[in-house]
């Protein structure tokens, strides 16, 4: 009987000090991962657009392109579909990263297979986005440059 007693207090102990622990756990930020620094973060592609927005003209490249997207059919589509992907996918990874890495690989296999770049960039898509970029170049340069306001 007096050997049980010390193993309940123990055992009591462990579980307030684990209690304690995951309180702790869940209360604090998740540390900084060296997956912060991936291109598809948000800081990293905040970065690289201002840096690009100092280029000339590629903030009018930027503001066509961006038109010609949000007119396209499948953009809502492939919207919600980054958007499952993005939060479905990580769990999957940390459960299944061999069959993970099987499909991707599957993937590019089709992807080389289908070879997309030799369909993808025909003439007629250029024939429609050039239309736009051209007339979204001359709004651009139809603007009157900001002036500070002096009053």
Request: hydrophobic share 55%.
């Amino acid at each position: 009987m007096t050997q049980t007693m010390p193993r309940i207090a123990h055992a009591a102990q462990r579980l307030t000090r684990s209690r304690v622990n995951l309180r702790q756990a869940l209360r604090a930020q998740p540390p900084a991962t060296s997956a912060d620094d991936t291109p598809l973060n948000g800081a990293t592609a905040l970065a690289w657009m201002a840096i690009l927005h100092k280029v000339p003209g590629v903030d009018v490249v930027i503001q066509a392109l961006q038109a010609w997207w949000i007119q396209q059919p499948l953009q809502p589509a492939t919207a919600a579909t980054w958007d499952a992907l993005k939060e479905s996918l990580p769990p999957v990874a940390r459960r299944h990263p061999v069959a993970l890495l099987a499909a991707t690989a599957a993937l590019g296999g089709l992807l080389v297979v289908s070879r997309p770049w030799r369909w993808a960039f025909k003439p007629a898509l250029f024939a429609a986005l050039l239309p736009q970029l051209l007339s979204a170049i001359l709004v651009a340069r139809a603007k009157p440059p900001e002036t500070a306001d002096l009053f």
